[in-house]
């Protein structure tokens, strides 16, 4: 049997040293890719949702009713007409909390109870043009909210808008 000649063993090739073009590379695109999963980490875990645009809409509705209760201490030929917008703009932040919890999926055993009414207003008595201009105020931006809205939340801001413009139109003189 022929023997064949052994193989030579293999040469061990010096390695190039690494240079600082080539080091400068591999950090550059070391530190983009740790900078850019950082970001987008960041950005996934961003979880704080946005707070309810019914809230505004709510929060002005309870001091519209605050300002027509005052008003209408104060005022006593109007003092049924106030007594009636007071009573309707309460309605309104009532119905616009409920809306709020049920988008939120809160339930009424777990809901707190909803803040009806906001605090008297301090300061000089409120005058009738300026329960007009909250009121011209709240029905404009309850038709501008409800046209970023859908369905009930539309239609809801929508009878608000249309209430306060009644508000202003038929029950202040």
Do not use: K, N, Y
Not at 4 to 17: F, L, V, W, Y
Not at 24 to 44: E, K, P, Q
Not at 60 to 67: G, M
Not at 147 to 152: I, N
């Amino acid at each position: 049997m022929p023997t064949s000649p052994p193989h030579p063993a293999p040469s061990r090739r010096a390695r190039p040293a690494l240079s600082r073009r080539a080091l400068f590379r591999w950090s550059t695109i070391t530190v983009t890719g740790a900078v850019t999963v950082g970001l987008t980490a960041c950005a996934a875990t961003d979880d704080e949702p946005e707070p309810d645009p019914l809230l505004s809409a709510a929060a002005r509705a309870r001091t519209d009713a605050a300002t027509a209760t005052a008003l209408a201490a104060t005022t006593p030929d109007l003092a049924d007409a106030l007594t009636a917008i007071a009573d309707e703009r309460a309605a309104h932040a009532e119905a616009l909390d409920t809306e709020i919890s049920r988008a939120a999926g809160v339930t009424d055993s777990t809901a707190p109870p909803p803040t009806t009414t906001a605090p008297a207003p301090t300061g000089p008595a409120p005058s009738v043009e300026e329960l007009r201009a909250r009121l011209t105020d709240s029905q404009r931006g309850a038709a501008d909210l409800a046209r970023t809205q859908r369905g009930f939340r539309a239609g809801l801001l929508g009878s608000i808008s249309a209430a306060c413009a009644a508000h202003t139109e038929v029950l202040l003189p």
